[in-house]
């Protein structure tokens, strides 16, 4: 079976990957890893099974959420995005993780098959698989203002 230290290091690979590549954001584990995101947030999540069961979860505020889907859709102005907008790209953004780190695990795991991702806002959002499940959190901050966090949760399928 595959390790945490594994699982974190394909998360965060697979974060910087894509906030790299499609939002043009780079980022970096943070320095802080106690650092809360405050108030109203977003969780974007996406569900896998076959080897292993879980899902990949990221969580950001609303408005580095908004500037993620801002930079995404290359738009001066965050302002611009409605709040369908800014959900659709928090989706697409954790599939596209999901999808680097599926490549960098599946040696070990074998194939995952993987649901469509959903989003979510509220305060104080949280994701578990309770009891037994192993979980990865990674956080990263982004042009110094933006904390994200990344998590991954999993046990073996069956």
Known sequence: ?????????????GAQEVFSTMVFMDIEESSDPDQQIDGDSLMGSITFNNGIEGC???????????????????????????????????????NMVMGSVKSRIQTQ????????????????????????AGKV???VS???????EFLFMYREAG
Do not use: W, Y
């Open 109 to 132: 795991t074998g194939e995952l098959v993987v649901s469509i991702p959903t989003v979510v806002r509220g305060e104080r959002l949280a994701s578990s698989m309770g009891d037994g």
């Open 142 to 148: 982004a042009e110094d203002e933006h904390v994200i």
């Open 137 to 139: 959190v990674v956080k």
């Open 1 to 13: 079976m595959i390790d945490q230290v594994c699982f974190s290091a394909a998360l965060l690979e």
């Open 56 to 94: 990949l979860a990221i969580r950001c505020s609303v408005a580095s959420a908004r500037t993620i889907a801002a930079d995404m859709l290359g738009l001066d102005g965050a302002d611009e995005l409605s709040e369908n907008e800014i959900c659709d790209a928090i989706g697409e953004i954790t």
